[in-house]
């Protein structure tokens, strides 16, 4: 069933290391940079013990892991705590695209086919896409643990750099293992990307569901309102979730082998169960049949905003839904947040102190709606780019052999993009409101989350200007996005962060109400920025080659 | 013995029958052209030759072996060009046929792919990505006429060709044939069938409604292309 294995495996590894040294550097020297980082951001006790205290809460907890080691605390624990989990979910997202990749994207492609044709197993392909998985998660995970160890920040240890490192690398198993089963349910790329994307938020959500439990557990028993020492973390929902298990080594304090062990496990059922059922199927074919397709286009495909639309529908109607559960989840973050502040005496005059009875509720408002609004411009710029997609598969050629402007068929995804900046908003301020409905009244909702709709339009003008004037460059968007992400909600919670470094992101311009007061000029600018950004990227299309 | 035995073959998808009871064969060293409309099956049967297709009824062999499940064995001794060639962005031309080369097993012609290189006029140094259907189509070409397979199956190989090419393609068969090779070929253009093929199969609806030779069909006194209007035409009538 793997004939010809290792000559076909030399290939993948030919058509893949450009890609994949690309990922595994970035994973690798983020992580590493920021733990070497640490001893800079904080430089004294003082910031050590304020960032805690943020991070001490149940609220906080659900969105960045629990707290560990507190006795003990140092800067490697510290780092593992607070990065260990968003380096996983890199590392996730990087597996998922990978297997994607080499199986179904193949097979929907066509090219699979001419590989089969050859004295070639029929289970070669997948065999080689999981064990080259497994290689590069193996590679990520002794290059970070090298590189932690050589920033030499206090509290390191050899073990514990190699069971981050390795928590890190078998968490991206376990989502190689399920993009690979997903793989063979589904018919098409964009499904069997999809779906592994939806169970990788789910394990979020649980893992935060789960965490918080602990948490909200331990602050009942400090009876201070913020946790002060190590607590139980038994929930079974963060046991469900990989990425809750990955969480559970508590690197370069207690070091446990068994999470990594269990996740390798996990990895390994899902691939062996994807295996048999690619040994069963015909090439091309999934598990869920493709539905017959319409025999005319609907009203849809007459004109090309309509034709965008078709295209984006999908994603459309999923980010939409993610949204709304997204929000729902953070809705029941925050009725916690609620629930807990009523019930603890102490917290009440501590805020009541500080001037603000319901602080900490909007404290958690504006971060969760930056996050949300720096999420949503994840579809947003897809929905731009989409027409770069289109055009260097070739696809768009047809296109324009018929009456269609270039102006014309940009300026519908382009239009799409800037409807879904202010559509999808509404979707995580509903779902947010419909669980916390006791906490925070609908007005406050939808208006946090709309806010940021212009920081997300000045993020299309930005697409559109790279996919219309400089249509190689199309990736780098994603550069400033993941600037903002780290500056923003990474950096909010570094005391000594400069200033200047917000502003370098559009979302630092925002007023971060209900905290701060409401300003309207920044929020005209950014509009105005992106909408000029949108009109230069269609001159530009006008006047480039289209292919 | 026959190198290609379809008995009956069916293939259904869910509810939808693609092949409904093929029946054909290829003899060794003989030339065969398949003929069929779009939709017809022909590139389902070529499949299920592949065996990349798991037959729903019926037997297909290869060499007198079963075409799924020895699909690794027999494909060592099979070349194949796809109507559609689809290859990786970032790799090259030189690099798609040796890595088609060296999957086949045994050690590369190094003068026959330099042959065929220069015969279809191919730059292997090119990256696929700039590669237009025609070039993508070549690579696939010099990498099946490169192999010393025993069996060669051709589907609309020649849609992205200029004639001049089309030209080199049929000597490259036809010296195919001289060496006894087995060649299955899938086309739509007549006068490249008539030229090269012994005997011809056309499939309808999934079925083969003739199975003959290229000498009986002329000495009914009509061309290929009248004959395939008559049976479609004929039938439609009726």
Redesign the interface.
Known sequence: MT??FS??FR?LI??ER?TSLFWILGIVLFSGGIAAAYPVLFPDQEAISGMLATLGTPPMVAMMGPLYGLAHINFAILFAQQCLMWVALAAAIMNIFLVVRVSRADEE???N??????????LTGGVAAIVLAFALNVLIAVLSAFLILLTGIEGLSVQGAFVFGLSIGMQGFVFAGITLFFAQIFSTASAAIGTPFAVLGLSYILRGAGDMMDASNAVKVSATGFIMADYKMTDPLSFLSPLGLGLKVEAFYKNFWWPVLILFLEALVFAGIALVLNARR????GLV?AKAGRTHGGIFLRNPLGFAFRLLRGSFIGWGIGLLLLGMSYGSVLSNVSTFVQGNEMIQKMLEASGSSSSMENAFLVMISVMMAMITAIPLIMSVNRFRTEESHGRLEAVFSLATSRVGLLGSFAFIALLQALVLPLFYGLGLYSVATKSVSLKTCIETAIVYAPANLFFVGLAVLLVGCLPKLTKLIWLPLGYSFFVIYFGRLIPNMPKFMDKLSPFGYVPQIPVEPFHAMPLLVLSGLGLLLVVAGLIGVKKRDIG | MAVIEIKNLEKSFGKYKALNGVDLSVKEGEVRAFLGPNGAGKSTTIRCILGILKASGGEVSLFGQNAFSNAVELHKRLAYVPGDVNLWNNLTGGEVIDLFLSLRGGVPDEKAREEYLQKFELDPSKKCRTYSKGNRQKVALVAAFASNADLFLFDEPTSGLDPLLEKVFQDSVKELAAKNKSVFLSSHIMSEVEKLADSVSIIKEGKIILNGSMKDIAKKGTTLEELFLSEYEGSGEA
């Open positions: 004939a010809n000559n076909y290939f030919k058509r450009i492609l066509g090219r086919e001419i590989i089969a044709s050859l004295p070639v197993g029929r015909d090439i091309g074919a049949p």
